[in-house]
């Protein structure tokens, strides 16, 4: 699976305003319904809030993978925001997050959202990503980094 099939500019964020996770969640899945990628603006805040009430989604390093399933949700749905400042973000290494992929899927098909998390994690592991994508300005640019990476 690549990423990068499931992004375009309407779903990337550079300069996200938010300084906590609640902020955060609120802000990319407005970014989500503005690009008509969900209808149900609650019950996907709600999908994201219960799995991070189950433990973080900040995996450390700098990135957070908030998602989850829901009923409203059609296809595997992503989004993904870059913070200059860091966002608060109970991650597991205490760090702010700077890197923000949000994944939504379908409540009966787990394969996508599976292997979508496999391929964040392989890429965030990847040597240079963390900061190409960070010090990235635009959108555009953004996917340029994922196009190349993957």
């Known amino acids: 699976m690549r990423l990068r099939d499931l992004l375009d500019e309407s779903v990337v964020k550079v300069g996200l305003k938010g300084r906590d996770k609640e902020q955060c969640f609120e802000e990319m899945i407005d970014l989500l319904v503005a690009a008509g990628r969900i209808a149900d603006r609650a019950g996907a805040l709600a999908a994201i809030r219960q799995r991070e009430a189950q433990g973080t989604t900040g995996i450390g390093q700098g990135v957070g993978i908030p998602h989850g399933k829901h009923?409203?949700?059609p296809t595997l749905?992503?989004?993904?925001g870059?913070?200059?400042?860091?966002?608060?973000?109970e991650s597991i290494d205490g760090e702010k997050v700077r890197l923000v992929f949000v994944l939504l899927a379908r409540v009966d098909d787990p394969g996508p959202h599976v292997r979508a998390l496999a391929e964040i994690a392989r890429l965030v592991q990847t040597p240079g990503f963390f900061r190409k994508l960070t010090d990235a300005k635009s959108p555009r640019e953004v996917l340029e980094i994922l196009d190349a990476e993957e």
Do not use: D, V
């Open 77 to 80: 749905t992503a989004a993904l």
């Open 71 to 73: 009923a409203s949700i």
């Open 82 to 89: 870059i913070s200059e400042r860091g966002i608060e973000f």
